[in-house]
Structures are given as structure tokens and as C-alpha cells.
């Protein structure tokens, strides 16, 4: 993976975590007890209720109930919240109920900090599940009960409902102090699912005086529900919280999504065009040393073969060591110049496969013959008898550039060993190791790319052709670093 890759995907990866991050830090947001937390409803209902001990209760009459919520104070994410309902008989305007509690709630988790795991209000994305309250609507710990789902006006809702027996209320009615005065009630919410608001609410109780634990006398009896004006309020405020939460969670993520598949995108074009265009450049080399193949083979073989055959006839008729050293280094450099012209040759030219039986041991034993090896560079080559089918010529190429570049690879210093694997009778696989240094991570990807090199002198054809060579027997050709390894795996058709 070249630079440029590398970058834009490291780009990519910031970009999206950028986003997962702001969208993670900007959703909570609604889900959290804003600092000005207010709420306010109202409620209808009847009641009957005596006015002194010793009294009966009274006829049934209509009360109006009011419960109204708001921050009082703020310490961090602790909000100590003043909890006021209001009951008024409409016949008399006489306060018949009126009760005051401050709760300390944290504004994250809607959950009270000195009741452990209660919640004092639902959260957006309520489930169909039960749920532990200390709800200001009820007075105690309580867990509320899913009961099913319902609609309110065309508004989809939860049903919650709960039931609290022996409910101390003493202190709601201070004008019966000493007594105590027990509650039992059964309360049902309806909670709309996505926001956490409750949009109707219905509660039917009777309180009673009790002494000793038993229930001596009833002193109220009533029930109520929010009015139909409170309910269409808090329906229409849901609706319009619906919306803002969808757009965090729908439209948003959407849209972040759809952004990240644009950038993807873009990088992945980029990447494409930045591999296209590097194709095309090598391409364009490659037609190039098309082109100019013909010319070499016809502009620079046959000089070389006067030159070689002259140098020779001069090696044989000279007497000087001196001048004999001489000559030999020419021969050498014509040598690496034909190699050189060979290898650009057998990458451009294309040749049918010839199948001829071949014994492999004897073919690389015989490439090891025609190749000039320093005395420091010692060959251990096993033995072995198998044979396959094969282009001869070919084969001898692709071996020649593998031990070649084995030799230059530890700088004319070191060994090199030849091992053979015959695999189920079908393949044959020859490694071909040296004690060289190795191939770094960053090349080894891309030795085998025409025109790549890491040599001051080569074409960077000559592991290239040694892969077109195997690919035509249908065959492969690996590496592997330290030590470095070559395996040709050929099948053997035989």
C-alpha cells in the first residue's frame, strides 16, 4: 500500500471517528434534565372526604388536581427538584389536598440519588418492560408494571400501571396529626415510548386511619385522571419532541452515515485513480521497452556475440596474466550485459508453452552450470528424480533469475540452498533460500511488480518475467523474508 493510500485511509478513520464522537456527545443531549426543568398538569376527578375524626365523609364532589415540577437548585448533575400538588374542591374552592416534596434527581440518569436504582422520571426509549419508581405522582417506592400498549387521541403509548397498599400519608394531612393515615391506591401512566413523557395519567385511592397496624376508619375516598385539555397539550408537545428526538436518532445518523459513504467514497475514487494512473504510467514504460526491445535485440546482440567470440579468441592467444585479467572483466561485462538484455526479452516476448518431459533436478542442475558462481557463494541443491512437463527453455529462465538474484542479494557472500517437495503426485514445489539480509515488509508486496527494483543497477523485469513464466504453467510463485525464499509451486502433469 503506497503513501497516499495509507494517508487517505488514516484521513477516512479520523473523519468517521470524528463524527461517531460529535453525534455520541449531541444525542444524549434531550435525554438529559435540562437546567430549567419545569412541568405542569392538571387533573379532574371526585372525592369524598371527612372533615374532622369523628366526622363522616361527605358527598361526592368534583375536585380539580394540579402537580407542578421545577428546579430549585443545582449542584453539578444533582437537581433538587420541588415537587407541589394542589387538590380544590369546584363546588367550594376549598383546598382539600396540598403536599409539598423536594427529591434530588440526577439530570443524566433521571434516576434518584438517595434512593438507589429508583427512577423519578422515564427516559426516552422506554421499553415494554417493568420499571422501579420513586414517582412524585405516588408517594413511595413502587415498581410499575408494563401492561400493554394503547392509543392516546392518535398518539402510539405504553400502559404502566402499579399498586401501593399501606402508603403512610400522614404528613399530606397535618390536621388529623397525631393519627396516621395509611393509602392504598392503583395508578396507571400512559408513557409514550420514544420521548419517556406521559401523556395521561389516572389514579383511584382511599385513605384510611389506622391503630395498631389495623384500619379503623376511612377518612377519603376519590379518584382522578388529567383533564382532557392537559392531555391534548401534552399530546401535541410529544409529537413535537418526537420529531426533534427522530432527527438525532434517524435523520442524523443518516445523515452522518450517508456523509462517511460520500468520504469512503471519495477516497475510494481517489485510490483508484491514484492506482490507475500509476498503471497507466507503467503501462505506457512497458509499450516503451515493447518498442525498443527489436531494436535491442538487433543493435546489441549481435555486437555482443563479435565481442564475446573476439574476447575469447584473445583469451586463448594471450600469455599475459595481466592482460588475461583484462579480458576476463570484459567478458563479464559483456556477460551482465547480455543478462540484462535477456531479461527485458523474455518479460515483453510472448511464447507458446512447450510440454516436454522434463527431470528437474537435471534442469536446475544444468542452470547451475552456465552461471558464473563466486568461490564464497556455496550451493547445497538436493537431490531428486521427479519429473514433470514443462517448457524446458523456459524454465531454465525462470531458475536462472532466481539463483542470480540470490547471489546478488548477499553480495557474492553466503549460501544458497535448493530444496524439492513432491505434493500428493499432482505439484512439485522448489524453494530457493540465501543467507542474505532479506526483503523488508514494505517491498516484499511489490517485488514481483515490472519495473520494480531495489538494485543500482537492474530492469526490475527479471522477477516479473520469472511470475509470468510460472503463471504460463499454471503455477505459482511466493516469497517469504527472513531468510528469503522463493517457492515455485508447478504442477506436474505427468
Not at 38 to 55: A, F, K, V
Request: aromatic share 8%; glycine share 4%.
Amino acid at each position: 500500500m503506497n503513501e497516499t493510500v495509507k494517508n487517505s485511509s488514516i484521513t477516512t478513520a479520523v473523519i468517521c471517528l470524528f463524527l461517531i464522537i460529535w453525534s455520541g456527545l449531541i444525542i444524549p443531549e434531550f435525554e438529559k434534565l435540562p437546567n430549567d426543568f419545569s412541568l405542569y398538569m392538571e387533573y379532574d376527578g371526585y372525592d369524598q372526604i371527612i372533615e374532622t375524626y369523628d366526622g363522616e365523609l361527605s358527598n361526592i364532589f368534583k375536585l380539580r388536581e394540579s402537580i407542578s415540577l421545577e428546579v430549585i437548585s443545582i449542584k453539578e448533575n444533582n437537581f433538587e427538584i420541588s415537587s407541589h400538588i394542589h387538590g380544590v374542591r369546584l363546588d367550594t374552592d376549598e383546598i382539600v389536598f396540598n403536599a409539598h416534596h423536594t427529591y434530588n434527581v440526577d439530570k443524566i440518569t433521571k434516576l434518584h440519588n438517595d434512593k438507589e436504582s429508583k427512577m423519578f422520571l422515564f427516559s426516552p426509549g422506554v421499553e415494554k418492560q417493568n420499571y422501579d419508581f420513586h414517582h412524585p405522582l405516588i408517594f413511595s417506592d413502587a415498581t410499575l408494571i408494563f401492561d400493554g400498549e394503547d392509543l392516546v387521541k392518535d398518539l402510539n403509548v405504553y400502559k404502566f400501571s402499579v399498586k401501593t397498599e399501606k402508603n403512610d400519608i400522614s404528613f399530606v394531612f397535618p390536621q388529623f396529626s397525631p393519627n396516621v393515615i395509611w393509602s392504598d391506591t392503583e395508578t396507571v401512566f400512559w408513557v409514550q415510548p420514544t420521548t419517556g413523557d406521559v401523556v395521561k395519567f389516572k389514579r383511584t385511592w382511599e385513605d384510611y386511619f389506622v391503630v395498631d397496624g389495623e384500619k379503623t376508619k376511612t377518612m377519603q375516598i376519590g379518584g382522578k385522571e388529567t383533564t382532557q385539555y392537559s392531555t391534548d397539550i401534552l399530546v401535541e408537545a410529544t409529537k413535537a419532541k418526537i420529531q426533534y428526538v427522530n432527527y438525532y436518532k434517524i435523520i442524523l445518523p443518516t445523515f452522518i452515515i450517508l456523509g462517511i459513504i460520500a468520504i469512503a467514497t471519495l477516497f475510494y475514487l481517489r485510490k483508484k485513480l491514484t492506482i490507475s494512473r500509476e498503471e497507466l504510467i507503467k503501462k505506457e514504460k512497458l509499450v516503451m521497452i515493447g518498442n525498443l526491445s527489436s531494436r535491442i535485440a538487433h543493435d546489441i546482440r549481435n555486437p555482443l556475440n563479435v565481442i564475446s567470440m573476439n574476447l575469447e579468441l584473445m583469451e586463448s592467444k594471450s600469455k599475459s596474466e595481466n592482460e588475461k585479467t583484462r579480458i576476463n572483466r570484459m567478458v563479464k561485462a559483456t556477460k551482465t550485459i547480455t543478462y540484462q538484455v535477456e531479461n527485458v526479452l523474455d518479460f515483453v516476448r510472448e511464447r507458446p508453452i512447450e510440454q516436454n518431459k522434463i527431470k528437474i533436478g537435471e534442469l536446475i542442475g544444468g542452470v547451475l552450470e552456465t552461471i558464473t558462481i563466486p568461490e564464497t557463494i556455496t550451493i547445497q541443491k538436493q537431490d531428486t528424480d521427479i519429473t514433470l512437463k514443462g517448457d524446458k527453455s523456459q524454465l531454465e529462465i525462470l531458475f536462472t533469475n532466481l539463483i542470480i538474484n540470490s547471489i546478488q542479494a548477499m553480495n557474492n557472500v553466503g549460501e544458497i540452498k535448493i530444496n524439492f517437495e513432491n505434493h500428493l503426485g499432482e505439484t512439485i514445489q522448489i524453494s530457493i533460500s540465501d543467507s542474505g539480509e532479506g526483503i523488508s515488509e514494505k517491498n516484499i508486496e511489490k517485488i514481483f511488480e515490472p519495473l520494480f527494483t531495489t538494485k543500482q543497477q537492474g530492469t526490475g523485469l527479471g522477477l516479473a518475467s520469472c511470475k509470468t513464466i510460472v503463471n504460463s504453467h499454471k503455477g505459482t510463485l511466493t516469497v517469504t523474508p527472513n531468510p528469503t525464499t522463493f517457492v515455485v509451486t508447478l504442477p506436474k502433469n505427468t
